[in-house]
């Protein structure tokens, strides 16, 4: 016999989880102590429960483990929505387990509201962003329960899963040794067909581009995709979530593509005549609004959601596999291409569009500070990118080293996630760099205590344009100017002295006072650092798809006559 929440806590451990993310509450008190009382895993408590969700999610997007989060009923459950979205957008494998009240109190008639305090039908609420979520009601069916959700978070696409557990499951005696225990269904996929067929076409390229997105690092097969680059050195591009697959070092690689890709990526993507898709979804931030572009092209998908395969109606042939099974099955089939002329065409179109610099020569501010970065940053550095404005520059122009991570809220485009995020990384024994803006940060401004209590290695960079600058661009493009909410009735801190607070240092910093002197001596070790960047309000992200057009067709635009001229291959 052994209470369940020491079940739990064992369970956790003999998964290899060293850390689980959360705020105590009364309904999970049961599960809190059982975590203390072992040394072979750690609680980290956050201030709230959405910094103890994107702490997982960082914690796993690092790591390739589960990511775990606890938080008490109610208020302490619902706080957890949008750490869950996030990771269901973006195929992160987490477990969260909430506190209920007791099963006896749980409302028993359809039409009231509530009976317990605290009281809140969370597996109903999180059952659309979840690949599985379930209340266990019954003491006899935890283990299962437990060994299931485990089992769906890693396996297929991954994804969030959520246990509710009732105070009293919490507190019961029970044989686990001997309950009802869960077995998977095994599938088969056979696609050494289609995959011929595609190298064949891939062969027969003159003009081949590989799409890179999540699902190579999510399917561990980063180092495949290194290793077949460096023997077809194919021009490669990425997605927001794929930028961390390739080394910025790699002589073809174009960086990011789409709505706010780097013009050079998105030029190159239009003119390739066969597209390799590596576990990205294709989506409208990606190609576009208008995909006629696309028409003439070959599009080999690969991807382990058959469903994402079906969304589209682009020329494609599809393959349902994850990207290390496909790497797998290719390792040994020579492709022997003869694309000298693209590879120059491509490191032409790097030198003539740099995302530092404006294509009128001037240079681009925000995108340089980024880029300068780059030189300062250890290898296995985890760069954590909020949402916004700065997020984009982020993406166009860091410097991603050998082994550097790139996190960032992908499909839910989460404000408030990279200092959490950056929490998780830390806790998992990297050094993180945090890249935000003055909206984002202060969404989650408060977990700046935790990265003081436990002296984490996370230095932060914020790019202060004093507003909302990713909305007010959008304003001024569609609303003649105006801007109420991005800087109209919106302000923000002085965050050299809310870190200060924190007793974590910090500086404010104008553009021309970010010298390499300074730069050198803030990254110099790895004690927690603030500069708060003081940008002009007016700040832009470019180049930029306005809608309706092409994607390789970007603001501030080039003419006709130049981009035609660009796109030929002598």
Same mark, same amino acid.
């Given at each position: 016999?052994?209470?369940?929440?020491?079940?739990?806590?064992?369970?956790?451990?003999?998964?290899?989880?060293?850390?689980?993310?959360?705020?105590?509450?009364?309904?999970?008190?049961?599960?809190?102590?059982? %975590?203390?009382?072992?040394?072979?895993?750690?609680?980290?408590?956050?201030?709230?429960?959405?910094?103890?969700?994107?702490? @997982?999610?960082?914690?796993?997007?690092?790591?390739?483990?589960?990511?775990?989060?606890?938080?008490?009923?109610?208020?302490?459950?619902?706080?957890?929505?949008?750490?869950?979205?996030?990771?269901?957008?973006?195929?992160?494998?987490?477990? /969260?387990?909430?506190?209920?009240?007791?099963?006896?109190?749980?409302?028993?008639?359809?039409?009231?509201?509530?009976?317990?305090?605290?009281?809140?039908?969370?597996?109903?609420?999180?059952?659309?962003?979840?690949?599985?979520?379930?209340?266990?009601?019954?003491?006899?069916?935890?283990?299962?329960?437990?060994?299931?959700?485990?089992?769906?978070?890693?396996?297929?696409?991954?994804?969030?899963? !959520?246990?509710?557990?009732?105070?009293?499951?919490?507190?019961?005696?029970?044989?686990?040794?001997?309950?009802?225990?869960?077995?998977?269904?095994?599938?088969?996929?056979?696609?050494?067909?289609?995959?011929?067929?595609?190298?064949?076409?891939?062969?027969?390229?003159?003009?081949?581009?590989? %799409?890179?997105? $999540?699902? *190579?690092?999510?399917?561990?097969?980063?180092?495949?995709?290194?290793?077949?680059?460096?023997?077809?050195?194919?021009?490669?591009?990425?997605? %927001? %979530?794929?930028?961390?697959?390739?080394?910025?070092?790699? #002589?073809?690689?174009?960086?990011?593509?789409?709505?706010?890709?780097?013009?050079?990526?998105?030029?190159?993507?239009?003119?390739?005549?066969?597209?390799?898709?590596?576990? &990205?979804?294709?989506?409208?931030?990606?190609?576009?609004?208008?995909?006629?572009?696309?028409?003439?092209?070959?599009?080999?998908?690969?991807?382990?959601?058959? $469903?994402?395969?079906?969304?589209?109606?682009?020329?494609?042939?599809?393959?349902?596999?994850?990207?290390?099974?496909?790497?797998?099955?290719?390792?040994?089939?020579?492709?022997?291409?003869?694309?000298?002329?693209?590879?120059?065409?491509?490191?032409? =179109?790097?030198?003539?569009?740099? &995302?530092?610099?404006?294509?009128?020569?001037?240079?681009?501010?925000?995108?340089?500070?980024?880029?300068?970065?780059?030189?300062?940053?250890?290898?296995?550095?985890?760069?954590?990118?909020?949402?916004?404005?700065?997020?984009?520059?982020?993406?166009?122009?860091?410097?991603?080293?050998?082994?550097?991570?790139?996190?960032?809220?992908?499909?839910?485009?989460?404000?408030?996630?990279?200092?959490? &995020?950056?929490?998780?990384?830390?806790?998992?024994?990297?050094?993180?760099?945090?890249?935000?803006?003055?909206?984002?940060?202060?969404?989650?401004?408060?977990?700046?205590?935790?990265?003081?209590?436990?002296?984490?290695?996370?230095?932060?960079?914020?790019?202060?344009? $004093?507003?909302?600058?990713?909305?007010?661009? /959008?304003?001024?493009?569609?609303?003649?100017?105006?801007?109420?909410?991005?800087?109209?009735?919106?302000?923000?801190?002085?965050?050299?002295?809310?870190? =200060?607070?924190?007793?974590?240092? @910090?500086?404010?910093?104008?553009?021309?006072?970010?010298?390499?002197? /300074?730069?050198?001596?803030?990254?110099?070790?790895?004690?927690?650092?603030?500069?708060? *960047? !003081?940008? #002009?309000?007016?700040?832009?992200?470019?180049?930029?798809?306005?809608?309706?057009?092409?994607?390789?067709?970007?603001?501030?635009?080039?003419?006709?006559?130049?981009?035609?001229?660009?796109?030929?291959?002598?």
């Amino acid at each position: 016999m052994m209470k369940a929440s020491d079940y739990i806590v064992s369970f956790l451990i003999e998964q290899n989880i060293p850390y689980v993310f959360g705020y105590i509450g009364g309904m999970v008190t049961h599960l809190v102590d059982s %975590l203390y009382r072992l040394d072979q895993i750690e609680m980290v408590n956050a201030i709230q429960e959405q910094g103890a969700g994107f702490a @997982a999610d960082g914690y796993a997007r690092v790591t390739g483990k589960v990511g775990v989060a606890i938080t008490t009923s109610g208020p302490g459950a619902t706080n957890l929505i949008t750490p869950i979205a996030d990771c269901f957008f973006d195929s992160i494998p987490a477990v /969260f387990i909430t506190g209920n009240v007791n099963t006896f109190e749980y409302r028993k008639y359809p039409n009231i509201r509530q009976t317990g305090f605290q009281e809140t039908d969370i597996v109903s609420i999180v059952k659309p962003i979840t690949k599985y979520a379930v209340m266990v009601d019954k003491i006899e069916n935890l283990r299962y329960e437990f060994e299931k959700a485990f089992y769906l978070a890693q396996q297929g696409r991954k994804g969030p899963v !959520l246990i509710d557990l009732p105070m009293n499951i919490q507190r019961s005696e029970f044989d686990f040794n001997n309950a009802k225990s869960f077995i998977a269904e095994k599938s088969e996929n056979n696609t050494d067909i289609k995959i011929d067929n595609a190298l064949d076409i891939l062969k027969s390229a003159n003009f081949p581009i590989i %799409l890179v997105g $999540h699902g *190579v690092r999510l399917s561990k097969a980063t180092s495949y995709l290194r290793d077949f680059l460096q023997k077809q050195k194919i021009p490669v591009v990425e997605s %927001l %979530l794929g930028l961390d697959s390739v080394p910025s070092n790699y #002589e073809y690689n174009l960086g990011l593509i789409g709505t706010y890709g780097n013009r050079y990526s998105n030029i190159a993507l239009t003119m390739s005549d066969v597209i390799l898709v590596l576990g &990205s979804r294709l989506d409208i931030r990606q190609i576009g609004a208008d995909v006629s572009v696309f028409n003439n092209k070959t599009i080999i998908q690969v991807d382990i959601d058959e $469903h994402e395969l079906a969304c589209d109606n682009l020329n494609k042939i599809t393959i349902n596999l994850s990207i290390s099974d496909f790497f797998e099955k290719i390792k040994y089939k020579a492709l022997n291409l003869n694309i000298k002329k693209w590879q120059d065409k491509v490191s032409e =179109l790097k030198r003539l569009y740099p &995302s530092t610099k404006n294509i009128d020569g001037s240079v681009n501010i925000q995108n340089k500070i980024v880029n300068d970065l780059g030189e300062f940053l250890k290898s296995d550095d985890v760069i954590c990118a909020d949402v916004g404005q700065n997020q984009l520059w982020t993406a166009q122009s860091s410097v991603i080293k050998e082994n550097t991570r790139f996190l960032t809220s992908g499909g839910l485009g989460s404000m408030g996630f990279a200092l959490p &995020s950056a929490i998780g990384a830390a806790i998992s024994g990297k050094r993180a760099v945090v890249i935000s803006g003055d909206g984002g940060f202060q969404m989650n401004i408060q977990e700046l205590e935790v990265i003081n209590r436990r002296k984490l290695p996370v230095k932060i960079v914020i790019m202060n344009n $004093h507003g909302l600058g990713m909305v007010r661009q /959008f304003q001024e493009a569609y609303f003649e100017g105006r801007n109420p909410s991005t800087i109209e009735d919106y302000s923000a801190p002085d965050f050299k002295q809310v870190a =200060l607070a924190y007793k974590i240092k @910090a500086y404010n910093k104008k553009p021309e006072d970010l010298t390499s002197d /300074f730069w050198s001596e803030f990254f110099a070790d790895d004690s927690a650092g603030l500069v708060n *960047v !003081l940008l #002009e309000q007016r700040t832009q992200i470019v180049p930029k798809v306005l809608y309706g057009h092409t994607i390789d067709d970007m603001h501030p635009f080039l003419t006709q006559e130049e981009l035609d001229k660009v796109k030929r291959i002598k």
